[in-house]
C-alpha cells in the first residue's frame, strides 16, 4: 500500500523546510508552537485511554533516517508514540551527543505522523556523571541532548544516573556526584526522568532512587523500567516513586538480570504492574523497550492488546 503522508504532516514539513533556512528567531518561535501543540496533543490523547503503547527505537548515529515504511508499520498498528535516542557503545570512540541528527530523526518522526513521547540520552562508562572523572563530559553530553530536545518540542530525557561497577565502598560518593551533575543539568522546558538501574549502578533499589529524587527537590522526575529491578517488587518500587513518575520502559525478564524480553516471557507480574501503575495515576505512555527482534509494530501491539485484555475494566 502507497504511503501517505498525513496532511498535518505535509504543513509540519513545509514550515520545517523554511525553518532550516531561516535564522534563529524562527526556529526559537517554531520550538515554541511544537511546545504548545504538544501540550495540547498531550492533552486530548491522554484523555482517551490510561495507557498507550509506544515503541523505544534506538538509531545508528550515521545513515539512514527513519523510513517511510517503519512509520506506516507504527501507525497501522496504532503505535502513535516513540521514545528515541542515539546508539553508541562504550569502548568504540568518543561519545557524542549528535545533537543535530536527534533533532533530524525528531522531525522525521513527526513528519510522518509519529509523535516523540521522550528522548533517551547517551550513556557509557567514558561519560558516566556520577564519577569525578568523566562527569565534565557526561554533564556536557546530556546538555546537549536536552538543548536538541528542546528545539524540537520533545519534553522529556531519559537519563541514567552512572554506569558500572560501582562499590559500596565508593557508592555514597558516587551519589553526591550523581545529584550534583543532574541539579546542573535541570531545564524549564525538558523534564529529566533519571532512570532505574540493574546490578551495581546508581538507582538499584528503592530506597536509593527515593534518596536521590527526594535530593533533587522535585525538580527531576523518574523513568521506571520494570525489568531493571531486582532488590525486591517492582510493584512496590511503582508504589514508592509513583509521585515521580514521568515515563516507563515496558518489558520482561527472567527475575535475576534485566532480559528486555516482551511482556509475558518472563516472570513480571503484569495484572500487578498495570493496576499498580493505575492506581498511582500513572497516564503517560506505556514505552516498550525491547532486544531488536521483539522491536517491531506488530509484535508490541499483538503483545499490548494481549496485556491489557488480562485486566479488569478500567476504573480511571
Ligand atoms: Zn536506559
Not at 528522548?119 to 563530559?137: L, Y
Not at 533533587?216 to 510493584?235: A, P, Q, R, T, W
Not at 520482561?252 to 534485566?258: K, N, R, V
Request: proline share 4%; with cysteine; hydrophobic share 35%.
Amino acid at each position: 500500500m502507497a504511503h501517505q503522508r498525513p496532511v498535518l504532516a505535509d504543513r509540519f514539513f513545509i514550515i520545517e523546510y523554511f525553518a532550516q533556512r531561516s535564522d534563529g528567531r524562527f526556529r526559537r518561535a517554531l520550538s515554541w508552537c511544537y511546545n504548545l501543540m504538544g501540550i495540547f496533543k498531550g492533552e486530548t490523547d491522554m484523555k482517551r485511554e490510561p495507557f498507550e503503547p509506544g515503541m523505544s527505537i534506538w538509531w545508528p548515529a550515521c545513515g539512514r533516517l527513519p523510513s517511510d515504511g517503519l512509520m506506516s508499520r507504527l501507525r497501522e498498528n496504532n503505535i502513535n508514540w516513540i521514545e528515541t535516542g542515539i546508539r553508541q557503545k562504550s569502548g568504540s570512540g568518543k561519545f557524542q551527543s549528535h545533537a543535530e541528527r536527534l533533532e533530524k530523526i525528531a522531525l522525521r518522526f513527526r513528519e510522518g505522523g509519529i509523535s516523540v513521547w521522550s528522548v533517551h540520552a547517551p550513556f557509557g562508562q567514558e561519560i558516566d556523571i556520577s564519577n569525578p572523572k568523566t562527569a565534565g563530559e557526561g554533564i556536557k553530553l546530556n546538555a546537549e541532548t536536552i538543548e536538541a530536545c528542546r528545539a524540537v518540542g520533545v519534553d522529556k530525557v531519559v537519563i541514567h544516573g552512572s554506569s558500572e561497577p560501582i562499590t559500596e565502598r565508593e557508592r555514597p560518593a558516587r551519589i553526591e556526584c550523581c545529584i550534583e551533575s543532574v541539579q546542573k543539568l535541570y531545564h524549564p522546558d525538558v523534564k529529566i526522568a533519571l532512570e532505574n538501574l540493574p546490578r551495581t549502578c546508581l538507582g538499584n533499589t528503592t530506597g536509593e532512587m527515593l534518596a536521590i529524587l527526594k535530593s533533587l527537590g522535585g525538580k527531576v522526575k523518574c523513568c521506571i523500567d520494570v525489568n531493571h529491578f531486582h532488590s525486591g517488587s517492582i510493584i512496590d518500587m511503582i508504589d514508592a516513586l509513583g509521585g515521580y513518575l514521568a515515563t516507563v520502559h515496558i518489558s520482561d525478564d527472567d527475575g535475576l538480570d534485566e532480559k528486555h524480553w516482551l511482556p509475558g516471557q518472563g516472570v513480571l507480574d503484569w495484572t500487578g504492574i498495570l493496576n499498580k501503575l493505575r492506581e498511582k495515576g500513572y497516564k503517560g505512555v506505556f514505552m516498550y523497550e525491547v532486544q531488536k527482534q521483539f522491536a517491531k509494530p506488530g509484535l508490541i501491539r499483538a503483545n499490548y492488546d494481549m496485556i491489557i485484555k488480562q485486566l479488569p475494566k478500567a476504573t480511571v
